[in-house]
């Protein structure tokens, strides 16, 4: 959410707005969410438990609330919280998955032989994060230790703030980096950042005169930007911009050229029966693991993704080996099933089955910072139990470079 919301940014969260949860871990340590600060320890008891339940609230979920939620990929965690570094809140399903293919590096295995074995390596990699308390982080480029695997009851799942772009019965899909829902572009942020690789932007002088300008002209933030600079040349330059910004920069640089950056679907989503005819290249399967639903054959990116229809409660979906991987964390995880696939056939239950009906209303959410935004194109759906509430002021705020934020104080967010 860079730029609509900020590094340093205190927010209240308006918890009457669609109604408040009632806890599902009603033991737990006041004050603080899931662990106890400087100890580390869990702030809550599982020993008595309840089943969601939600107060009357003041509205429904809108399109284009900001709304705080509970990390719907929380349910498991490496259990490392190390602020900022720790592995809390990332993507458990995500790290299996690096941590399969490291370890199939490991081994010397070939690419084939890994998509062959995917679900072997897969189980190798549980073993490893549950026992060995080890995981490759890519901010540090090293092996580091954490605490083990742990599981999270909803209410204590980290809390993330994105947009709700897509409520239930929507169509959404996104083309270009345009987002469109029922088939017409979605309502753009004022503050919505794309990136952009920029030619022929000349300037004179130093990197840290050009930062400084970025900063107080534009107010574009070093660590936003990518680049190489070297005897008054740009090399590479990659600029993350929001609207307002992009015009700003072609007023005052028109000899430059500012080029979207847009990763193309290697092809339209096929049937598995097909792929030997159309094909997926090996090194294209594994890419595709990279964002929902995590799976050979769905070969989505943030910048386009394939058309989908977000589930809404009591609506039916017809399920086939094509989609089920859409809709299989809603069935297994959230809404408590289980879930078999054999072959062509699926079993709910112990039942074979070819529809599914779904019993609670799902949400897609993503960051205004489109390209630098871990949101349902990585994690999918947000369940409606997983809600918290919607974001509505910021009460203060500090920059870590430029000290208190004057001008955003008790400002509401839209």
């Known amino acids: 959410m860079e730029k609509t919301l900020l590094v340093g940014d205190f927010l209240f969260v308006n918890k009457m707005a669609y109604g408040c949860k009632v806890p599902v871990t009603p033991l737990s340590f006041p004050l603080v969410h899931n662990t106890v600060p400087w100890v580390d320890i869990k702030s809550y008891s599982t020993i008595e438990t309840l089943n969601y339940f939600r107060l009357p609230g003041f509205g429904k979920v809108q399109r284009n609330d900001v709304m705080v939620f509970n990390y719907p990929s929380g349910d498991t965690a490496v259990y490392d919280p190390r602020m900022p570094y720790g592995l809390m809140g990332h993507d458990y399903h995500g790290i299996v998955i690096n941590e399969a293919f490291r370890i199939a590096q490991e081994k010397g295995i070939s690419q084939v032989e890994f998509v062959n074995r995917f679900d072997e390596y897969k189980q190798m990699a549980r073993k490893s994060l549950a026992e060995d308390k080890v995981a490759f ?14 599981y999270r009851p909803v209410d204590k799942r980290e ?13 959404l899909e996104i083309i270009n980096s345009v987002l469109y829902i029922n088939g017409k572009p979605a309502w753009v942020a004022d503050n919505q950042a794309l990136m952009y690789t920029v030619s022929n932007f000349l300037y004179t002088g130093s990197n840290s005169s050009f930062d400084n300008m970025m900063l107080t002209k534009y107010g574009l933030e070093k660590e936003r930007q990518d680049y190489y600079y070297t005897d008054n040349t740009f090399k590479n ?31 339209k989503i096929m049937t598995k029966d097909s792929l030997d ?12 693991l990279n964002s929902f639903p995590k799976d050979f054959y769905h070969d989505n990116n943030p910048t386009n993704f394939e058309k989908i229809t977000i589930p809404k409660k009591g609506s039916t979906v017809k399920l086939d080996k094509n989609n089920i991987a859409i809709y299989r964390r809603i069935i297994s995880a959230y809404e408590g099933h289980k879930l078999v696939e054999n072959g062509d056939k699926i079993f709910i239950d112990g039942k074979e089955t070819t529809n599914y009906t779904f019993a609670m209303n799902y949400y897609w959410l993503m960051g205004d910072n ?3 935004s871990a949101d349902s194109r990585v994690w999918g759906f947000v369940p409606e139990d997983h809600v918290v509430g919607k974001a509505s002021l910021v009460w203060f705020s500090k920059s870590p470079y430029l000290g208190i934020r004057w001008e955003r104080i008790f400002k509401f967010i839209k």
């Open 159 to 171: 809390n993330y703030i994105k947009r709700c772009v897509a409520i239930p019965g929507d169509e």
């Open 137 to 150: 982080d890519g901010r540090e480029g090293r092996m580091i230790e954490h605490y083990g695997i742990i």
């Open 277 to 288: 005819k159309f094909g997926f290249s090996v090194g294209q399967k594994i890419d595709n």
């Open 237 to 267: 330059l990659q600029m993350n911009l929001t609207k307002g910004e992009l015009k700003k920069l072609k007023k005052d640089f028109p000899q430059a050229i500012f080029t979207l950056n847009v990763t193309p679907r290697p092809s």
């Open 370 to 372: 489109r390209y630098n």
